[in-house]
């Protein structure tokens, strides 16, 4: 699978552009704003858009979502339905950081742990990973060893569970029993900030050290 990282919005989100190498078919994954401009990276990239991709119902991950469906006249595919009440919410979300306004959503598909999504002839696999929001998936290439991990861990930091219906625990517990066993050599895009790899997170991650350091 190739991909091409577009930051978007002031929160220099990582949306990104996914796509087969034989088919030229392409998903995007997190589209949170700047539509006009991810239509300019879908075009230069010459490939076919087929889908949106969400990670969870953040504003700013899906501020873009609506526009670009319509727009190539593509589905929305997940996040997981517990994710439903923050893409209810998106109007008031855009209040909240005085952004213009975005009208609810609802997606084409919900996702569920064990889904796969094909773009082209790549497969991804689906993995829920609650805590950051409770309705949170990961996109998982096994062949290209390739992770889309939106907001569940960054390069040195994990995503933050102080939102509604966050959970460290549990987010911890889904980095360490579904994203960490993948493998070492299994590179992630973040949904903010840059990639990684899980192996580098299993040793120098503080957050997901057994014992946090004592500064």
């Not at 919410?89 to 005085?98: I, N």
């Not at 997606?107 to 569920?112: I, Q, V």
């Not at 625990?169 to 840059?194: C, E, N, S, Y």
Request: net charge negative; proline share 7%; glycine share 10%.
């Amino acid at each position: 699978m190739n991909y091409r990282i577009i930051p978007v919005t002031a929160f220099s989100q990582n949306c990104s552009l996914v796509w087969c190498e034989q088919t030229r078919l392409a998903a995007i994954v997190d589209p949170g704003g700047d539509a006009e401009r991810i239509k300019q990276e879908v075009e230069a990239s010459g490939v076919t858009l087929t889908q949106i991709l969400l990670t969870h119902g953040h504003l700013d991950h899906v501020g873009a979502a609506a526009e670009l469906a319509q727009h190539y006249g593509v589905p929305v595919i997940g996040p997981e339905k517990e994710d439903e009440f923050w893409l209810q919410g998106l109007p008031a979300q855009s209040r909240m950081f005085g952004l213009d306004d975005c009208l609810p959503l609802t997606p084409d598909r919900w996702l569920n742990e064990g889904d796969t999504v094909s773009v082209g002839n790549v497969t991804l696999d689906v993995l829920h990973c609650p805590g950051h929001t409770p309705g949170h998936v990961v996109f998982f290439d096994a062949q290209a060893r390739l992770l889309v991990s939106g907001d569940v861990i960054f390069k040195g930091g994990v995503g933050r569970s102080d939102f509604p219906k966050g959970n460290h625990g549990q987010l911890i517990d889904a980095i360490k029993t579904k994203l960490l066993p993948l493998g070492d050599d299994v590179t992630f895009i973040p949904g903010h900030g840059p990639m990684s790899t899980l192996g580098n997170e299993r040793l120098h991650n503080p957050f997901l050290q057994d014992e946090l350091p004592v500064w």
